[in-house]
């Protein structure tokens, strides 16, 4: 099986920089993914992870370290915007890579 | 861009009545997928299905079954609602189990 867990709720300031961080226990995957998701609505993709280290993309990053069972989200320059969810996910080697399974996610407030 | 469409934003639905939620992409995607979301239990998968005619049970599939006839649509089916079964459901789907999933808007459920 595979559990995925994440902080229930982070706050952070405009301006700043969050870390929002994801460690699950799975028998092994091709690779990790990263959604956002604005209250009432679909979650959208921000990142995938299939090799260890830093993936950059504009003020988000992604951190993915296989041997040690941990992800992380890095925000910086937070924007009132940022106010959402994410969620990490991953498809699991004995499922053919096919299933996509998230983990329960984390609520990120931006506060002025 | 990809698009997923399901077929009520809202739907409001007795004990005991025998409920469709179809979903619709339109980018010729091997797999789609069906979830609900409710409050600090996050994204659960219910049923995914890999190809047309093909399903596998997610981690809670009690209470419902899919149906995949066509590659574009996949219907979750509630046998007999039940008020436990009130919640969001997303339905998504992707190309692959290594590519991005796109999400449909969700239909809110709500069972009386």
């Known amino acids: 099986g595979q559990n995925i867990d994440q902080p229930t709720e982070m706050t952070a300031t405009e301006g700043a920089i969050v870390q929002i961080n994801c460690t699950y226990q799975?028998?092994?995957?091709?690779?990790l993914f990263w959604y956002q998701q604005h209250a009432g609505e679909a979650p959208t993709f921000l990142s995938y992870?299939?090799?260890?280290g830093l993936e950059e993309k504009g003020r988000f990053s992604s951190f993915l370290s296989r041997s040690k069972g941990y992800s992380y989200l890095l925000l910086k320059e937070l924007q009132m915007k940022d106010s959402a969810s994410y969620l990490c996910?991953?498809?699991?080697?004995?499922?053919?890579?096919?299933?996509?399974?998230f983990g329960t996610g984390t609520r990120l407030l931006v506060s002025p | 861009d990809v698009k997923v469409t399901q077929s009520s934003r809202y739907l409001v639905k007795r004990t005991g009545e025998k409920v469709f939620l179809e979903c619709v992409q339109d980018?010729?995607?091997?797999?789609m997928f069906w979830y609900r979301q409710d409050p600090g239990l996050g994204l659960r998968l219910i049923y995914f299905?890999?190809?047309?005619?093909?399903?596998e049970k997610g981690d809670i599939p009690e209470g419902y079954s899919v149906s995949r006839e066509k590659k574009e649509r996949f219907s979750l089916i509630l046998e007999s609602a039940s008020t436990n079964q009130t919640s969001m459901y997303l339905c998504?789907?992707?190309?692959?189990?290594?590519?991005?999933?796109?999400f449909g808007q969700g239909t809110r459920l709500t069972v009386v």
């Open positions: 998504a789907s992707s190309l692959t189990g290594v590519t991005e999933a796109f």
């Open positions: 799975t028998s092994g995957f091709n690779g």
């Open positions: 992870n299939v090799l260890d």
């Open positions: 996910a991953v498809s699991p080697m004995n499922t053919g890579f096919q299933k996509l399974v």
């Open positions: 980018m010729d995607h091997e797999n």
């Open positions: 299905s890999y190809d047309v005619k093909m399903k």
